[in-house]
């Protein structure tokens, strides 16, 4: 499990540290640092990834300080024009015409064991930034050695879905996990179900039962074709009691609504990839208050009983009255905040429905207490 993350220089954040449990809530208006926050995870784990592919086996100390490139067209978990934009208000320059680095450096505890590891970026120019371990001490030029614990975090990374593939050909574990790396699982939403549904028939039974609660809808098992295709139907409501046939229409699972695809992928992603840090970006979007609540409910529930940590963006009230005070941290100002009580909670749902975003840069210009 992450424990806390700490991230410097990078978008929204100057510098942050955020503790974190099995479920955390960042709640905040829009614009206020909480898919940064995100984010930030997300590029960790794609930086040491990348890093790990190309200098696992070097002996060279010069080589270890060398950075690894990544490209713009990698990052699809952060859609850039520049590279530049990954860093605060764009300063890849100080004062004295040095290069300022980003940071993210992430504390865990597996087992018995802490461990903690950092990455920094440094930019290349508005295509390319170089990745590396950060270094051990501020004046030291040693980089920090990659713990095994930190090896085996998978990090999963659900932005809102906007839609899926037309047709989804079979992929491989590689394949699956660096899309899940870059944010792109919404491409593999197929490949997810269809895995669910070959390593366990409970859980595929489970899966689908979830579905038809929430949807009054019948999935059906995926089939693998010899086109190399992966077909997934569903029956466009319940089989009445006692027929052994669904009367209703069949449909791929691209028909269904936008609310429908989200909940899918959210479900698949927790049966597939179980034991994993799931970075659940507005989970709530494309779903109705009834269904925020029921479905938030569902994913505390079951990345409980599979063993994943759930960290979730979010400024759905509903998931708000349904989260403990201590499971949340708020995004306002400049700094990310842990509540400490039931009122700060109820002050900070009050705050977004009543204080707009213009209102908070106002304060702060003119030096004002709201």
Request: hydrophobic share 40%; glycine share 6%; with cysteine.
């Amino acid at each position: 499990m992450i424990t806390r993350v700490t991230i410097r220089n990078f978008k929204r954040i100057r510098e942050a540290a955020i503790d974190l449990q099995d479920h955390i809530v960042f709640v905040g208006p829009n614009n206020s640092g909480k898919t940064t926050a995100i984010q930030a995870l997300a590029v960790w784990r794609l930086a040491l990834t990348r890093w790990l592919e190309k200098r696992e086996k070097s002996k060279s100390k010069a080589t270890l300080r060398t950075g690894v490139s990544i490209t713009r067209s990698d990052l699809m978990v952060l859609p850039l024009r520049d590279m530049r934009s990954l860093w605060h208000n764009c300063d890849v320059m100080d004062s004295e015409s040095r290069k300022v680095r980003a940071e993210i450096f992430v504390e865990g505890s597996t087992g018995a064991k802490d461990w903690a590891f950092g990455m920094e970026l440094e930019f290349q120019g508005s295509e390319q930034i170089y990745c590396r371990p950060m270094r051990v001490s501020p004046d030291s030029e040693e980089r920090m050695p990659v713990p095994e614990e930190a090896r085996a975090v998978t990090v999963g990374h659900l932005p809102p879905l906007a839609g899926l593939q037309r047709i989804e050909e079979k992929a491989n574990e590689r394949s699956l996990k660096t899309r899940i790396a870059e944010g792109r699982a919404g491409d593999i939403l197929r490949n997810l179900l269809y895995n669910v549904s070959e390593k366990s028939e409970t859980d595929w039974e489970a899966l689908k039962k979830h579905v038809a609660d929430l949807f009054q809808v019948e999935l059906l098992k995926p089939e693998w074709l010899s086109s190399g295709e992966i077909l997934v139907d569903y029956h466009n409501g319940l089989r009445p009691a006692g027929k052994k046939s669904n009367p209703h229409p069949k449909l791929d699972v691209g028909m269904g609504g936008s609310g429908f695809h989200q909940v899918l992928l959210l479900l698949a992603f927790l049966y597939d990839q179980g034991g994993v840090v799931l970075l659940y970006d507005e989970p709530d979007a494309h779903l109705e208050v009834i269904r925020q609540r029921d479905v938030y409910s569902l994913l505390r529930r079951l990345a409980q009983d599979r063993n994943a940590q759930l960290i979730v963006a979010t400024h759905s009230e509903e998931i708000m009255d349904n989260t403990d005070f201590t499971n949340m941290y708020a995004f306002l100002g400049e700094t990310p905040k842990q509540l400490i009580s039931r009122q700060e909670a109820s002050q900070l749902r009050k705050s977004l429905s009543r204080i707009s975003s213009s209102d908070y840069l106002k304060a702060k210009e003119r030096g004002a207490v709201l």
